[in-house]
């Protein structure tokens, strides 16, 4: 995917759409990316949040692949929070190759990302799966992001809303709370082709989660952290991020160039 590097004209937090409320959050996925030479990456994002001087109103994480996500905790510092890409349902086992919350919590991270449509679709992942791996989440003190979106022939069939309806009831576990879960909507056709929704199509998408979160969680639903994802991009940040009901973004491909993710990240900064 190619990648657009013209930052957007910042704008303050309070300019943009959504509850001024809920503190936004900018997550970079890296996904199956990078090795120890990528670390310079999240070191430069860290700097750049650093010499913000708290300028910067929104939470930034990063998702690396577990390979990477101690070294970065350590090399990149406190000023990102760090999260794993999955996890497994169990705390310990006969489970090889995976990983458990609770040694993604050992290595530093502070949140998970559950249900991407990746796994979804490369693992056959299910609603339930994806509930059950963010109870184990809660389990170890970890967020659970919990990724919902339609594929290409649901939304051209009409069923958009209806897929993510059904999706958020199935993978959201009664002990979620604004603490613990954030949502993040990822049409499955947006991510990685360059393709975006427009701001009306992310607002309608957006309306809805949030309502079906307050009829989930009663008030507490209002208060939930909703990303966007797919083909976020410095040049179209600011459009997204000002829809309402959004409250950050999900950030893939943009997110493996510091320069890229921090032009995102610029879009909640008075600057």
């Not at 996925?29 to 090795?35: I, P, R």
């Not at 493996?256 to 993710?261: E, G, N, S, Y």
Request: hydrophobic share 40%; aromatic share 2%; charged share 20%.
């Amino acid at each position: 995917m190619t990648v657009e590097t013209n930052a957007p004209t910042p704008a303050s937090a309070t300019s943009l759409g959504g509850d001024t409320t809920i503190r936004p959050m900018v997550a970079g996925n890296w996904k199956m990316n990078g090795l120890k030479a990528a670390l310079t990456e999240a070191k430069a994002v860290h700097d750049h949040m650093a010499s913000t001087d708290e300028s910067v109103v929104c939470d930034v994480m990063l998702c690396p692949p577990s390979t990477l996500l101690m070294v970065m905790a350590e090399v990149a510092g406190g000023k990102i929070s760090y999260g794993g890409q999955d996890c497994h349902v169990s705390e310990s086992g006969a489970h090889t190759g995976d990983i458990s919350s609770e040694m993604l919590k050992d290595a530093g991270a502070t949140a998970v990302i559950v249900g991407h449509s990746e796994r979804r679709a490369d693992h056959a992942e299910t609603d339930s799966i994806v509930k059950a791996k963010a109870t184990a989440a809660y389990r170890s003190g970890l967020t659970a992001i919990i990724c919902i979106g339609e594929t290409i022939g649901q939304r051209q069939a009409g069923l958009t809303l209806e897929v993510v309806a059904r999706q958020l009831a199935g993978s959201l576990p009664a002990e979620a709370t604004p603490q613990n879960t954030i949502i993040a909507y990822e049409p499955v056709w947006a991510i990685g082709t360059g393709i975006t929704p427009t701001a009306d199509d992310v607002r309608a998408v957006h309306a809805e989660i949030r309502t079906r979160l307050s009829t989930l969680m009663g008030e507490e639903g209002a208060l939930v952290r909703i990303l966007y994802g797919g083909s976020v991009k410095p040049s179209n940040a600011q459009e997204l991020m000002a829809v309402p009901n959004v409250n950050g973004a999900l950030v893939g491909g943009a997110s493996l160039k510091a320069k890229d993710f921090t032009g995102i990240i610029d879009v909640y900064s008075p600057r």
